[in-house]
């Protein structure tokens, strides 16, 4: 008999305690290795704790001095709380009503003051007598009030139940159009410059009977020339499998996206005469098995063509790179952020000034924010603890934005918060994050402003109300509430640039284009345009740079179809509208 068997056959203590040891010490290696954001278990559980001997050091630098930001909420004077959400039916919930919640900014009159619109759908209660607004676009009138014209630009008739929401300019003439996604719906409405025409069917963008038993529950777009033609292409992200008529479908118990199958996501090519084509699946990002809530499209590999992330709820976040072809390699496992866990908003930015994009993304209590640093190559770290962003762990996070709102010349960082769905919400603090200069940041949540911060929120996205070169922030607020409209009201000496940019060759929004500011001090600060990003949202397409105490040295602007210009002698303090 085997000498390592006692007599009834069972291993022997020593044996049982040193078989464990090692089985834990194996566990212990692969976790070291791989983190729990590579473990679809594991990151449910608990965020990546380890921190690499290269950055231990990190904590210890000194922030820079800096001041902090101020924003004072002037939601009830510029006339936007007189939009209303529907409350959630909270005897028996819909995935719907707690998943929506995007908004889109942009110019859509050419008076040079940026609007706003706002999804909304029908209350779920059928025994509600609430007054709850329909989607609705706000007209910015120019001192600090807006104005509902959603009647009269065309907008009254939006179909299915609207999720997302995007501006950008498909046909290249300068006018703001729009894309809505929605739950059984979705639509592109072309900007006639006075109204609005809905042009799905004529475009080729009617998503009907092709996402299989169910119909496309569209979440989010984003916008991109990905193939360098000159016109703006469009990445439809689809969530799961869900049926607005399947009584089992309802319930607190179906709120989260693990009972339900994944949708295919869509890429449609424009063809420049304002028609798409479906070309999914011969470009390979059709995000297979994953449940999309939100993307951004970047160039990551700084080769000047925009690669793809998409953030996907309970499966594998994706990073798509551009082969140049027409096609993409989907490399998150490579680039280490195929991470697993509830990714709700994804943004970008070049956070530590390092001149590579980094990554975030929002996640559900307990997970925090996970912060990718880019070092280049494709080679990203897990940067969350060690930048101090562990605070974001007390809130489920959805919208989020990068911005330099203090003027320093480094980006600060906000996160819209709220639960999934909650009759007695908790957690509900919209985070704000100052930037120390040092590839770290502060929790201003605090300091930041007194207004009322406990709305169960989800969109998020930036806009210079007043055209002065300050970036101020909307907010989207679920189960009953209104937007927030947050007035940046900080104060102090520092420069600032604001551009505007408007291609030729290039599509005309200039999605994609590249600018790298150098200021007198030699800190250089890139910054890229995009369309679609935060949480189902879309922010100004404008670029915002602090400058400190510093003036710009000089300007180049990398577009997309490859030219690049470069601009001396840039006055600061101003806004400039520059053309490719």
């Not at 008739?157 to 995007?166: M, S």
């Not at 080729?204 to 991109?224: D, F, M, Q, T, V």
């Not at 996640?363 to 603890?385: P, Q």
């Not at 940041?441 to 109300?465: C, K, M, P, Y």
Request: include cysteine.
């Amino acid at each position: 008999m085997d000498n390592q068997l006692m007599n009834n056959g069972t291993l022997p203590t020593k044996v049982k305690v040193f078989g464990t040891l090692f089985l834990f010490a194996q566990l212990l290696f692969a976790i070291n290795n791989y983190g729990p954001h590579e473990l679809p278990v594991l990151n449910l559980v608990f965020d990546e704790p380890w921190i690499s001997a290269e950055e231990t050091n990190r904590n210890a630098l000194s922030a820079e001095a800096g001041q902090t930001f101020t924003f004072e909420d002037i939601t009830k004077q510029a006339g936007l709380n007189n939009f209303k959400r529907a409350k959630v039916n909270s005897s028996n919930p819909s995935y719907l009503e707690v998943m929506a919640g995007g908004m889109a900014v942009g110019d859509v009159d050419g008076d040079d003051y940026e609007d706003i619109f706002f999804i909304s759908m029908p209350s779920f209660d059928e025994h509600s007598d609430e007054t709850v607004s329909p989607p609705s676009l706000y007209k910015n009138m120019g001192d600090s009030t807006f104005k509902d014209i959603t009647e009269e630009m065309g907008l009254s008739d939006i179909k299915g139940y609207a999720q997302g929401v995007l501006f950008f300019d498909y046909n290249n003439d300068g006018r703001q159009d729009l894309y809505i996604a929605s739950y059984d719906g979705g639509q592109l409405f072309r900007n006639n410059g006075n109204t609005f025409t809905d042009v799905t069917e004529v475009s080729g963008l009617n998503l009907k009977g092709l996402c299989g038993e169910y119909p496309c529950l569209s979440a989010a777009a984003s916008a991109a020339d990905y193939n360098r033609d000159g016109h703006l292409d469009l990445f439809i992200v689809n969530n799961v499998g869900w049926d607005v008529n399947n009584p089992e479908h309802y319930g607190e118990r179906q709120l989260f996206p693990a009972f339900f199958d994944a949708q295919e996501s869509f890429l449609f090519k424009s063809n420049g005469d304002g028609t798409f084509t479906n070309v999914t699946k011969e470009s390979g990002v059709n995000n297979e098995g994953g449940k999309g809530l939100s993307a951004v499209w970047l160039d990551f590999s700084n080769n000047g063509w925009p690669d793809l992330y998409v953030a996907n709820d309970l499966s594998r976040n994706r990073l798509y790179l551009n082969n140049e072809d027409g096609t993409f390699a989907e490399l998150g496992a490579v680039a280490k952020v195929n991470e697993v866990k509830s990714s709700m908003g994804v943004n970008t930015a070049d956070f530590n000034n390092s001149g590579s994009f980094d990554l975030v993304t929002t996640n559900l209590e307990g997970s925090m924010i996970s912060l990718f640093r880019n070092y280049g190559d494709l080679r990203f770290d897990y940067a969350t603890n060690y930048s101090g962003l562990n605070p974001s762990r007390r809130s489920s996070g959805w919208g989020i934005e990068f911005a330099d709102f203090n003027h320093s010349g480094h980006l600060d960082l906000v996160m819209a918060a709220g639960p999934v769905w909650d009759v007695n919400p908790t957690g509900t603090e919209n985070l704000f994050f100052r930037n120390q200069g040092n590839g770290r940041f502060e929790d201003a949540t605090h300091s930041s402003g007194t207004f009322q911060n406990n709305n169960v929120s989800r969109g998020l996205a930036l806009i210079d109300i007043l055209n002065n070169g300050k970036p101020d922030l909307v907010i989207s607020n679920i189960d009953g509430g209104s937007p927030q409209l947050l007035l940046n009201s900080t104060q102090n000496q520092n420069h600032w640039l604001k551009l505007k940019l408007e291609g030729t060759v290039s599509n005309r929004d200039a999605i994609g284009a590249r600018v790298t500011l150098e200021q007198t001090d030699g800190h250089i600060i890139i910054q890229e345009v995009k369309a679609g990003g935060s949480y189902q949202s879309s922010s100004t397409k404008s670029l915002f740079f602090g400058l400190g105490k510093e003036e710009v040295k000089q300007l180049s602007i990398r577009w997309p179809s490859g030219h690049t210009q470069n601009l001396k002698d840039i006055p600061v303090d101003t806004t400039l509208h520059i053309i490719e």
